[in-house]
């Protein structure tokens, strides 16, 4: 930080991250695992660059999503998704370190992005397919698609919000109105039972998350795919 060094702040209600020649990636990320619902939308503000006023620079920032250790990282250092936003338009995502599109001309100075996610679960090791929208229309993300499928799933999800500035180049990021938006899982106590002929029954506790019937009683079905094999009791 200082007069004249880096720096993560808020001005207004935006998040500005400036970075320069002596620190040229510059990335806060918050102290919370968004992990309330395999089922979940990220959407912020975003201008690339506030600063480059012909968004001539190749620079960027960045979201990284979807990763299982807590702090802030590097676009292509997680187990997540990262995904680039350059001052030029163009975008470059990976999954994890792997980098599985480049390109695109989204518009340059202020976007809306809106990242939308449908999985399993974490740590479940279901796919997970992930989506993303800037002003409203659909981005491609994915090496020949619009959505890019993580086949692993996610793990977690901490976030990252970064920017970088390389070359000797001074540059502001700007993030604005961030929010993440999940539908809450109905969880087992555990997922995998294992289990041999003439066993007698095993104890599965099912959990809801409070706000499922913070309003009235709700409802929840348990039901087996074969009850040849196992049906479920209570």
Partial sequence: ????????????????????????????????NFNAGGNFSIDFDLDAGVNDAGSASGDWACLVFGYSTPGAVFVNGSDGVGILFRNTGGIQVFDGGIPVFGGGALPTGPMHVRIEVASGGFGSGSPATVRMFVDGSPVQIGATTTELVKAAGLNGNYITLAGSAFGGASWIHAFDNFSVNATP?????????????????????????????????????VSSSNPDVAEPLG
């Fill in 1 to 32: 930080g200082g007069a004249t060094g880096p720096l993560s702040r808020i001005n207004g209600n935006r998040l500005l991250l400036e970075a320069n020649a002596t620190q040229n990636f510059v990335a806060v990320s918050p102290s919370r």
């Fill in 185 to 221: 899982c109905i969880r087992p106590s555990i997922n995998t039972l294992n289990s041999f002929v003439g066993q007698k029954s095993q104890t599965v506790d099912v959990s809801i998350p409070g706000s499922l019937n913070a309003g009235g009683a709700v409802d929840v079905v």
